[in-house]
């Protein structure tokens, strides 16, 4: 029974009722940590990461890796919603702060709230870059970089993998109301 309200309660998430969103949801089934309201930290070990999260998330957010760019779908979108991490369901960027940087990778230049994102220094590959994490799961998201539009001039440079995306309900009701 607690499986199926969750099943359904993903279910209510989806804008669209497409197969890829479905199969989206799918993807959550194994990891019980998702969750939009819960904002309660969350430490797993490695082995429990990696149980419950599909392969190329555990890549990015577990060991820090990076996606090809100019492959993820939210690269270019200019859908109104809100950003949220893939692997734990903590809000973290707004899509008015977001804005094509033509680096390969979607950037927003201003987390949704200072505590949803936090940062560490990374000196690996041979440079000096901010790393930035989910203020939640400690997940890797990607960098941050001081050559973003203002207000901020900061551009987050973040996988796409890591991301989950909703639509505004309200932009979508307007939509709707046009048509
Ligand atoms: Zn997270």
Same mark, same amino acid.
């Given at each position: 029974?607690?499986?199926?309200?969750?099943?359904?309660?993903?279910?209510?998430?989806?804008?669209?009722?497409?197969?890829?969103k479905?199969?989206m949801d799918?993807?959550?089934?194994?990891?019980?940590?998702?969750?939009?309201?819960?904002?309660?930290?969350?430490?797993?070990? %490695?082995d429990?990461?990696?149980?419950?999260?599909?392969?190329?998330?555990?890549?990015?957010?577990?060991?820090?890796?990076?996606?090809?760019?100019?492959?993820?779908?939210?690269?270019?979108?200019?859908?109104?919603?809100?950003y949220?991490?893939?692997?734990?369901?903590?809000?973290?960027?707004?899509?008015?702060?977001?804005?094509?940087?033509g680096?390969?990778?979607?950037?927003?230049?201003?987390?949704?709230?200072?505590?949803?994102?936090?940062?560490?220094?990374?000196?690996?590959?041979?440079?000096?870059?901010?790393?930035?994490?989910?203020?939640?799961?400690?997940?890797?998201?990607?960098h941050?970089?001081?050559?973003g539009?203002?207000?901020?001039?900061?551009r987050?440079?973040?996988?796409?993998?890591?991301?989950?995306?909703?639509?505004?309900?309200?932009? %979508?009701?307007?939509?709707?109301?046009?048509?």
């Amino acid at each position: 029974m607690i499986l199926l309200l969750s099943v359904f309660q993903h279910c209510s998430y989806s804008q669209s009722p497409g197969a890829k969103k479905i199969s989206m949801d799918n993807s959550k089934k194994d990891n019980k940590v998702y969750s939009r309201t819960d904002s309660a930290k969350i430490a797993l070990t %490695e082995d429990e990461w990696k149980k419950i999260l599909p392969q190329e998330v555990y890549y990015i957010s577990r060991q820090k890796g990076t996606e090809r760019p100019w492959t993820s779908k939210y690269e270019t979108s200019k859908e109104i919603g809100t950003y949220y991490c893939e692997v734990c369901g903590n809000a973290l960027f707004k899509s008015d702060t977001k804005f094509e940087s033509g680096c390969g990778w979607p950037s927003f230049y201003e987390p949704i709230t200072k505590g949803s994102i936090i940062y560490a220094p990374d000196n690996a590959s041979g440079m000096s870059r901010t790393e930035v994490m989910c203020g939640r799961c400690k997940g890797h998201l990607g960098h941050v970089f001081e050559d973003g539009p203002p207000p901020t001039g900061l551009r987050y440079c973040i996988n796409g993998v890591v991301l989950d995306f909703e639509k505004a309900k309200e932009a %979508e009701k307007k939509y709707n109301e046009k048509l």
